[in-house]
């Protein structure tokens, strides 16, 4: 049974950054795309990062530029770098393990606890 365990969050000021990072367990995680999803209080969570198992990434147009997503197999570990960080990031952030069907990202049934990121001006 595949685990996720998010780690790397934080309070920061505007301007600032952080890496996320997610371990990954219970299975191989080479063959498998990964997800960052993000809830804002109070708001939907939100898909902001994808990247395939051939390491081809998407972001949505809120984080792009900003922050990077990445993978190391071989810990199966992946991460988000967030740079330039502004007050509307604030969200607990979740790690997915999915699929893309065409270049539709679907996660796995299982998400990890998220980690709290935390932006103040």
């Known amino acids: 049974q595949e685990q996720l365990v998010e780690s790397g969050g934080g309070s920061v000021q505007a301007g600032e950054s952080l890496t996320l990072s997610c371990g990954f367990s219970?299975?191989?995680?080479?063959?498998?795309?990964a997800g960052w999803y993000r809830q804002p209080p109070g708001k939907q969570r939100e898909l902001v990062a994808t990247?395939?198992?051939?390491?081809?990434?998407d972001y949505s147009d809120s984080v792009k530029g900003r922050f990077t997503i990445s993978r190391d197999n071989a810990k199966n570990t992946v991460y988000l770098q967030m740079n330039s960080l502004k007050p509307e990031d604030t969200a607990v952030y979740y790690c997915?393990?999915?699929?893309?069907?065409?270049?539709?990202?679907?996660?796995?049934?299982?998400w990890g606890q998220g980690t709290q990121v935390t932006v103040s001006s």
């Open positions: 997915t393990a999915g699929t893309f069907i065409g270049s539709a990202y679907y996660p796995n049934s299982r």
């Open positions: 219970g299975r191989d995680f080479t063959p498998l795309a």
């Open positions: 990247i395939s198992r051939g390491a081809s990434t």
